[in-house]
């Protein structure tokens, strides 16, 4: 079996200037070249995508006046045909994501410090109303609830909400889409934790924070559903001193480097995980050569990278050096307004 050498992607966007909605595009990994970019749905703010695994349907963050929430898809060879969208009064959540059996959707939603799940319809992949609304709470006044993001553990049991507001991260339990928080643990306050990526070996987290501009590694134990932290490494130069706010953090599929997107810096850092304790070495800062990389993703070869610089309106297309995890810059005109994050399609073979 031949792998494609076309791969699609698709665009999430703010629209409050000239977007319109979710781009689609095409990356030639021949040439290594990002051509055809094409609205391919007309939707306000759909910041954060989730492509389904088996790349029929898409689900995305949606504003609607004023109200948000999440909408569904079914993914065609031209466009994005709307399916259902499930919204409530106030702000939209600013992530969702899916777990691999397609069967539940999870937001976080930084403005109301919320996690919701909702079931998927399992004939037309339609969204049910939310099974579960938890509005996460602080006992200090000057903690106030942002949450950033929440996903399912690979070992399908949990997911973890992370909270950059409180400085915590929760566990919840998953059943049939109801969610009961099993534990929850701290990190160094006005760290800002954002996102985080587990390691392909299910053993270690690691945590992008968003105002300290760092990874914290975690061993991650299923059984008792505990983290314990292992170490603590900046994402930007210790000579940097203007602002930066961490973004993004994805790994690749061999788990041997982990990327991480610097907004201020305007940077990727990249780092080689330790086999033997999962922990972290610095390698490399690439500039995504725009402004305010908000996200980035790995093409499904990995031989790419593909970032997303939200305030300069441009994506950056880098080739990928799998052996050394180092970056190197292919191109930058690549013209796309507001663009928040990148979600590709999985491989296709011929």
């Not at 059943?175 to 990190?187: A, D, T, Y």
């Not at 993703?297 to 080739?319: R, Y």
Request: proline fraction near 5%; charged fraction near 20%.
């Amino acid at each position: 079996m031949m792998e494609s050498k076309k791969q699609i992607g698709y665009i999430g966007t703010y629209t409050k200037s000239e977007s319109e909605g979710i781009y689609a595009f095409s990356l030639n990994t021949e040439t290594g070249k990002i051509t055809d970019i094409k609205l391919a749905a007309k939707i306000d703010n759909p910041t954060y995508l989730a492509i389904s695994s088996d790349n029929q349907h898409l689900y995305s963050v949606i504003k609607e006046g004023e109200a948000g929430g999440v909408a569904s898809f079914k993914i065609l060879e031209d466009h994005l045909e709307g399916i259902n969208k499930r919204v409530s009064i106030g702000a939209p959540p600013c992530h969702v994501s899916l777990d691999p059996k397609i069967s539940t959707i999870y937001s976080a939603n930084y403005h109301k410090g919320t996690v919701e799940s909702f079931l998927i319809d399992r004939k037309d992949r339609s969204i049910s109303p939310a099974s579960s609304v938890i509005k996460h709470q602080s006992s200090e006044a000057d903690k106030i609830p942002h949450t950033h993001y929440a996903a399912p553990t690979p070992d399908g049991k949990y997911i973890i909400a992370v909270d950059l507001g409180l400085d915590q991260m929760m566990i919840y339990d998953i059943n049939e889409g109801l969610l009961k928080e099993k534990n929850r643990f701290s990190v160094k306050s006005g760290s800002g934790p954002r996102h985080l990526v587990f390691h392909p070996n299910g053993n270690y987290i690691y945590v992008m924070t968003e105002f300290s501009s760092e990874v914290i590694t975690f061993r991650y134990d299923s059984k008792a559903a505990n983290l314990t932290p292992l170490q603590t490494i900046s994402t930007i130069p210790n000579d940097f001193h203007e602002n930066n706010q961490g973004s993004a953090i994805h790994i690749s599929s061999d788990g041997r480097y982990v990327y991480a997107g610097n907004r201020g810096h305007n940077s990727i850092a990249v780092f080689g995980v330790v086999p033997d304790s999962g922990e972290l070495k610095f390698v490399e800062h690439t500039s995504t050569e725009g402004n305010w990389p908000r996200d980035f993703a790995l093409d499904p070869t990995e031989k790419f990278i593909v970032a997303s610089n939200q305030n300069s309106n441009n994506l950056a297309l880098f080739s990928r050096d799998q052996i050394t995890g180092k970056l190197t810059l292919l191109q930058s005109d690549i013209s796309v307004p507001e663009p928040v994050c990148v979600k590709f399609l999985k491989s296709i073979e011929k």
